[in-house]
């Protein structure tokens, strides 16, 4: 043995081996997958995508951010905004209307309904008024996850939760496959080739990624000819976001600690365009003249008859997503959760004005994060003004016993697991939607909406956008119900990529009427049906787009697999 061996270098040895190890680490946690459909974002239009193309046969692989599918209807916990017409079923997919009355069926089999609750065909779970509808996030998500689970053991979907996409792979104007990476710690990455690649998550964050061209915020009057759009393009001027958050109230004092920023916010004043100046915390909503007057006079409890303040409406009832009244009075665990206050009974989400976030944008710019925060903290604050300082109808101030409700939203904090974006990236479509096609004050001759020879769906809902980043109030336009056309989903370049969320070829404008749960889910649905034409032809989606007889075969497909095209023969109402 040679005497020097003992003391022999072997770092470069060592090294050598430290490298071929990270190397063997590395390609464990990166793995590669391949499908025909490539589902990115589990919200509600991912969902919707993802049971029209399993139910096609395709093999399809879906991505989600958190630990929950169902985007405004579960993790963002936004109960679903719908038209009037949604009960009649002359509204709404066929699939979208088995998850609603799976919803019911689900409170009928595991809650503990009393007779009149559970005869109601149309049961209003939550009671809230702004849905026919209203449900608890949970219950939602069990529903969707139950409508996947066959396609999941069959080995159809494949659902990678807790990833966010960060490059794409792009040969031309194809996407060939989207990385996504772990957001919960772990190191792990996947790689997924698929043959059409569906962008379903909030912001269309697979737009810039495969740079896919897309627009942001206010295009300019001269853009697309809209009477309500301004003259100048402003793209970071978006519509306010939300960071919603569930509470009840019961017995006792469960005041919070005084956040941070809670005098800056209790502060606040708006200087909202074109309207006058008001504190951001009180019960009033800005006053505005194309506002329904009896919205600008809510307060938190439902006023008592007595009392003659019938014109007073409730913020509580709005969005409430569990009514006690609806349980059997004699299953004590159940009237349990009525709380304290006959006026304030079960649990309601607060998705209000008076926590919408207009202070900065929450992608496209640096410091989206330090805006998301921001979010939460104002609807932190809120909560605190409405446990301490809230005026009261019997004249007392704040509702100490409000209390967060995380356990209904699989948070700890009492807070949605997703902020409520209403306006994401918009793709450059081959034909955009804009007020223009929809609006009562434009179209009021023709008395109805333009109607589209490639209709692949129908919407209803008024043009309502929020206050945006840029100071602009709130903007309220009534529409016709209308048709969604195929040219919408179509990108004017990338072949096999198409939209699933609210992300479709709209306008800052027209997205205030296509960014609700019935519209995002046809919209989804029919991404679904649309890829899985494009793979069977051998076609682009500009390719099919162009065909005039295969969009008749696939319009046609559409109404047998329960997907509306036309409103009734009759004049909608205005």
Not at 424 to 429: E, H, L
Not at 539 to 555: F, H
């Amino acid at each position: 043995m040679d005497g020097h061996a003992v003391g022999q270098d072997f770092s470069g040895a060592f090294a050598e081996v430290n490298r071929n190890n990270e190397l063997r680490v590395l390609k464990m946690s990166q793995q590669e997958l391949a499908c025909d459909v490539l589902i990115v974002g589990g919200g509600l239009g991912g969902v919707a995508a993802a049971l029209s193309a399993c139910e096609a046969g395709r093999k399809v692989v879906m991505t989600e951010e958190t630990d929950w599918i169902g985007g405004q209807m579960t993790a963002q916990a936004v109960p679903p905004d719908e038209s009037l017409t949604i009960e009649s079923t002359i509204y709404g997919t066929r699939r979208y209307h088995k998850y609603r009355q799976a919803v019911r069926a689900y409170y009928r089999q595991h809650y503990p309904l009393n007779r009149q609750a559970f005869d109601n065909q149309h049961l209003n779970p939550g009671g809230g008024w702004v849905s026919f509808m209203c449900h608890l996030p949970r219950v939602g998500l069990e529903v969707m996850r139950s409508m996947l689970l066959p396609f999941e053991t069959m080995g159809l979907l494949d659902i990678k939760y807790m990833v966010k996409p960060v490059a794409a792979d792009v040969d031309g104007d194809v996407v060939k496959s989207v990385t996504v990476k772990d957001v919960s710690g772990r190191d792990r990455e996947f790689v997924i080739n698929a043959k059409v690649v569906i962008d379903a998550t909030e912001v269309g964050e697979v737009l810039p990624l495969a740079g896919c061209e897309y627009v942001t915020g206010t295009e300019a009057q001269s853009e697309h000819g809209e009477p309500t759009a301004p003259s100048e393009a402003r793209p970071l001027n978006m519509q306010g976001v939300t960071w919603c958050f569930a509470m009840d109230h019961v017995d006792g004092n469960h005041v919070i600690d005084k956040p941070e920023g809670y005098d800056y916010w209790r502060n606040y004043e708006h200087t909202f365009k074109g309207a006058p100046k008001g504190l951001t915390f009180a019960w009033q909503d800005v006053v505005e003249d194309n506002m329904d007057s009896d919205r600008n006079h809510m307060r938190l409890e439902w006023p008592r008859p007595e009392e003659g303040r019938s014109e007073l409406c409730s913020w509580w009832g709005y969005r409430q997503i569990l009514d006690p009244s609806i349980f059997d009075k004699n299953i004590k665990w159940a009237m349990d959760c009525g709380g304290s206050d006959p006026l304030l009974p079960g649990i309601t989400m607060v998705n209000w004005s008076q926590n919408d976030y207009y202070g900065g944008c929450v992608y496209e710019v640096d410091d989206a994060e330090h805006h998301k925060k921001m979010a939460k903290q104002l609807s932190l604050c809120w909560f605190y003004w409405m446990q301490t300082e809230a005026p009261r109808l019997n004249g007392g101030v704040g509702y100490p016993g409000l209390r967060l409700r995380g356990d209904v939203l699989g948070t700890e904090d009492g807070f949605a697991k997703s902020i409520y974006i209403r306006e994401s990236r918009r793709i450059k479509a081959a034909f955009t939607l804009t007020e223009n096609h929809i609006s009562q004050n434009v179209r009021e001759e023709q008395g109805e909406a333009e109607r589209f020879w490639d209709s692949i769906g129908l919407g209803q809902y008024h043009l309502d956008l929020h206050i945006s980043t840029e100071g602009d109030s709130s903007c309220f336009v009534p529409t016709y119900p209308y048709q969604i056309p195929l040219g919408s989903l179509v990108p004017i370049r990338m072949k096999n990529l198409i939209p699933a969320c609210k992300n479709f070829g709209t306008t800052h404008l027209s997205n205030g009427c296509a960014r609700e749960h019935p519209i995002e889910w046809n919209v989804g649905e029919v991404a679904g049906v649309f890829a899985d034409e494009c793979i069977t032809q051998s076609e682009s989606v500009q390719g099919l787009y162009g065909n005039k007889e295969k969009v008749a075969a696939l319009q046609s497909r559409l109404v047998q697999e329960g997907v509306k095209l036309d409103w009734p023969a009759i004049r909608m109402p205005r």
